[in-house]
């Protein structure tokens, strides 16, 4: 991007997508909405100076993504960490492309294509298209707080944590689907809970059944290689870029960050951001 250029963007959330299996009618529906929905917003949009709107208008980027992830696989009882994860995210990214890329072409014939379309790839192929992007997997650091599910692409972060309340009540927070898997089985107890949330796992708590161990990963569980897996499975139908942490334990080397970036460069991945466990950067 230029420094003018910018991208509107938006995340559908995936786990609503879920009734006994995926809802492909309804994610077709709302990839077609969200696509309408943010090439209006460019045009309604109020830019801090006019040259990022100029330069906005003429290429219409837009990025229409997922959020709540993690919980559409905890859903399915899909590991994160498995190549039926990975296969299941080269079809839903893939599904969403494909149906945002007709929906920018059904807005080109009716609205007209970018202004810079004839400079761009689409131009040269002759495809006309509203936007000279339509995706892309964002944070949705604040977004997925207020839909309530797992943010963007990621693992969960924790399966229970402590909450302190400004007149210092400690409140234990517990993922609302591990907390229903666990009355339905039977291994629930708040004690148990309490426990947890002083660990980043509960790969290592033999009372919790070994087949909610395996569903319920963190982002502490998933390694480096699985989590750089699961972001090129989503940049292969990507067209802007995939946002994703990658988790590195605090013994982690240089050489362990060097074979990261390596991998997520020979995996096509446009960017990777790398998080080393108890650093402050």
Same mark, same amino acid.
């Given at each position: 991007?230029?420094?003018?250029?910018?991208?509107?963007?938006?995340?559908?959330? *995936?786990?609503?997508?879920?009734? +006994?299996?995926?809802?492909?009618?309804?994610?077709?529906?709302?990839?077609?909405?969200?696509? /309408?929905?943010?090439?209006?917003?460019?045009?309604?949009?109020?830019?801090?100076?006019?040259?990022? !709107?100029?330069?906005?208008?003429?290429?219409?980027?837009?990025?229409? @993504?997922?959020?709540?992830?993690?919980?559409?696989?905890?859903?399915?009882?899909?590991?994160?960490?498995?190549?039926?994860?990975?296969?299941?995210?080269?079809?839903?990214? @893939?599904?969403?492309?494909?149906?945002?890329?007709?929906? %920018?072409? +059904?807005?080109?014939?009716?609205?007209?294509?970018?202004?810079?379309?004839?400079?761009?790839?689409?131009?040269?192929?002759?495809?006309?298209?509203?936007?000279?992007?339509?995706?892309?997997? *964002?944070?949705? !650091?604040?977004?997925?707080?207020?839909? !309530?599910?797992?943010? !963007? =692409?990621?693992?969960?972060?924790?399966?229970?944590?402590?909450?302190?309340?400004?007149?210092?009540?400690?409140?234990?927070?517990?993922?609302?689907?591990?907390? %229903?898997?666990?009355?339905? =089985?039977?291994?629930?107890?708040?004690?148990?809970?309490?426990?947890?949330?002083?660990? +980043?796992?509960?790969?290592?708590?033999?009372? =919790?059944?070994?087949?909610?161990?395996?569903?319920?990963?963190?982002? #502490?569980?998933?390694?480096?290689?699985? #989590?750089?897996?699961?972001?090129?499975?989503?940049?292969? /139908?990507?067209?802007?870029?995939?946002?994703?942490? =990658?988790?590195?334990?605090?013994? *982690?080397?240089?050489?362990?960050?060097?074979?990261?970036?390596?991998?997520?460069? @020979?995996?096509?991945?446009?960017?990777?951001?790398?998080?080393?466990?108890?650093?402050?950067?």
């Amino acid at each position: 991007l230029s420094k003018v250029v910018r991208a509107v963007v938006d995340s559908t959330d *995936a786990s609503r997508m879920f009734r +006994n299996e995926i809802d492909w009618d309804k994610l077709k529906d709302l990839v077609w909405k969200g696509v /309408h929905l943010l090439d209006n917003v460019i045009e309604q949009n109020r830019y801090p100076l006019k040259q990022i !709107g100029e330069a906005t208008r003429k290429n219409r980027r837009i990025g229409l @993504g997922v959020m709540g992830w993690a919980d559409l696989l905890i859903m399915l009882d899909i590991p994160y960490d498995s190549n039926e994860a990975l296969e299941l995210a080269d079809k839903v990214m @893939g599904f969403i492309q494909t149906e945002a890329d007709l929906a %920018s072409q +059904n807005l080109a014939a009716r609205r007209g294509v970018f202004p810079n379309w004839e400079k761009s790839v689409f131009g040269k192929q002759g495809t006309q298209r509203r936007n000279s992007t339509v995706t892309t997997i *964002a944070p949705t !650091g604040t977004i997925s707080i207020i839909a !309530g599910c797992s943010s !963007g =692409i990621e693992p969960i972060f924790a399966i229970s944590y402590v909450r302190n309340v400004m007149d210092s009540t400690r409140l234990i927070e517990v993922n609302p689907m591990f907390e %229903s898997r666990a009355k339905e =089985i039977g291994f629930y107890s708040q004690m148990l809970m309490e426990r947890i949330a002083e660990k +980043n796992s509960i790969a290592d708590f033999d009372e =919790i059944p070994k087949s909610v161990r395996d569903i319920f990963v963190t982002s #502490h569980d998933v390694s480096p290689e699985w #989590h750089i897996k699961m972001q090129a499975a989503f940049q292969k /139908h990507t067209e802007n870029a995939v946002s994703k942490t =990658i988790n590195l334990p605090k013994e *982690a080397t240089a050489d362990d960050v060097k074979a990261t970036y390596k991998l997520a460069y @020979g995996l096509a991945c446009k960017g990777v951001t790398i998080y080393r466990d108890g650093s402050r950067a």
